[in-house]
């Protein structure tokens, strides 16, 4: 069983916000793969379903972005998630949009969301999907940015690295992480289809 969690904060007045990529990724990753029943279950938003031979919960936690470990612990105990199987998905202030990264492991740097988890959980050692939400405005305070919404001209590129961040999950469900390292963090354009 994998759990891919997209971070963020529930409501509407946040949906849009830069903030909200984790969120945003995993209602792309639902609807590309036609889901759509939403339910509750420890502190979260879930779907179940199978990819290939393997179960698979998409989640969104409702606890705010700041306490998002608390949910995350609370779904990889009720459904014994290792944390090899854990997938966050979140926004990156240090890359722009348009660029993604995906890592096997790693320090939560200074993303409130990422310290909760690693803190709730005890390790540091699970797959995530950084997405880019920047370059940020010199004269912008980061904490005010990144609850800005996407604007509409960036809304087209936001799609684009939303296909890209369900490829890069895909991959890491299906065994081949490195493959989608090596596909994603290339400085090159990463073709969709891909296949490392």
């Known amino acids: 069983m994998w759990l891919v969690v997209g971070l963020g904060n529930p409501g509407s007045r946040y949906h849009y916000t830069r903030h909200n990529a984790g969120f945003l990724a995993v209602q792309s990753i639902a609807k590309a793969w036609h889901l759509q029943s939403w339910t509750r279950s420890s502190n979260s938003k879930i779907i179940k379903t199978k990819k290939g031979s393997k179960g698979v919960i998409l989640a969104q936690p409702l606890t705010f972005m700041n306490l998002s470990g608390l949910a995350v612990r609370d779904l990889m105990s009720h459904y014994k998630i290792k944390p090899d199987n854990l997938i966050v998905i979140y ?98 354009k990463a073709p969709l289809s891909e296949e490392g």
């Open 91 to 188: 926004d990156d202030l240090d890359l722009d949009l348009g660029e993604i990264r995906v890592r096997a492991q790693g320090s939560p740097g200074t993303h409130k969301g990422m310290q909760s988890i690693i803190q709730a959980i005890g390790t540091q050692s699970f797959p995530r999907v950084r997405i880019g939400i920047g370059p940020k405005p010199d004269q912008q305070d980061a904490s005010q940015y990144v609850l800005s919404e996407f604007c509409e001209e960036e809304k087209e590129k936001l799609g684009r690295v939303l296909e890209k961040t369900q490829r890069a999950v895909e991959m890491t469900i299906a065994g081949r992480l490195p493959a989608a390292m090596n596909v994603f963090n290339s400085r090159r």
